[in-house]
T-cell receptor, first 115, second 109 residues
């Protein structure tokens, strides 16, 4: 089954404790991205990747890191989480490098709480 | 970066047709108009995409006038399960995607 998976689905952590949220897709997609969703603010893009070893900032990259060492994986790293990073996070992938007649496939989401 | 504007919320009743309009005055030549649906605590799901005129699939129709400065998502005969947030996006103009806050559709009996 074609899908985007994220782990963990739920995470409660404390300020300053480094964490990684994994994202994997099995559709051989070039483009992957991370979003966060907060009440009243909609979905905001954090980082995106056009292909292996190619990443770029989205609209809200502060406090986050990403890496794209393999085509299928795009982990989101929070080196020193803070309470304002408490949010619902979504990973997405698409075949084409964004745009055009293409669609994004989203993962199930990771609900992160930073105390 | 081209932006879209859509109503914050809409209410409807089961069996009615719902039309959600999205304004995109600065749409670029290579932009497509894409709509996503999102249920609470789930990732957005692709509904429909178009470039111009009308597109129809098993879920919805998308109407795009000749000037492409707006588009209308039409959901025929909605049911309670269509209660969700609907996002209008322009795709094709760059690598960043802007979802905005979407339109919260509430369908009642």
């Amino acid at each position: 089954e074609a899908q985007v998976t994220q782990n963990p689905r739920y995470l409660i952590t404390v300020t300053g404790k480094k964490l990684t949220v994994t994202c994997s897709q099995n559709m051989n997609h070039e483009y992957m991205s991370w979003y966060r969703q907060d009440p009243g603010l909609g979905l905001r893009q954090i980082y995106y990747s056009m292909n292996v070893e190619v990443t770029d900032k989205g609209d809200v990259p502060e406090g986050y890191k990403v890496s794209r060492k393999e085509k299928r994986n795009f982990p989101l790293i929070l080196e020193s989480p803070s309470p304002n990073q408490t949010s619902l996070y979504f990973c997405a992938s698409s075949l084409l490098p964004s745009g055009g007649a293409d669609t994004q496939y989203f993962g199930p989401g990771t609900r992160l709480t930073v105390l | 970066l081209a932006k879209t504007t859509q109503p914050i919320s809409m209410d409807s009743y089961e069996g009615q047709e719902v039309n959600i309009t999205c304004s995109h005055n600065n749409i670029a030549t290579n932009d497509y108009i894409t709509w996503y649906q999102q249920f609470p605590s789930q990732g957005p799901r692709f509904i429909i995409q178009g470039y111009k005129t009308k597109v129809t699939n098993e879920v919805a129709s998308l109407f795009i006038p000749a000037d492409r400065k707006s588009s209308t998502l039409s959901l025929p005969r909605v049911s309670l399960s269509d209660t969700a947030v609907y996002y209008c996006l322009l795709t094709g103009g760059g690598n960043k995607l802007t979802f905005g806050t979407g339109t919260q559709l509430k369908v009642e009996l």
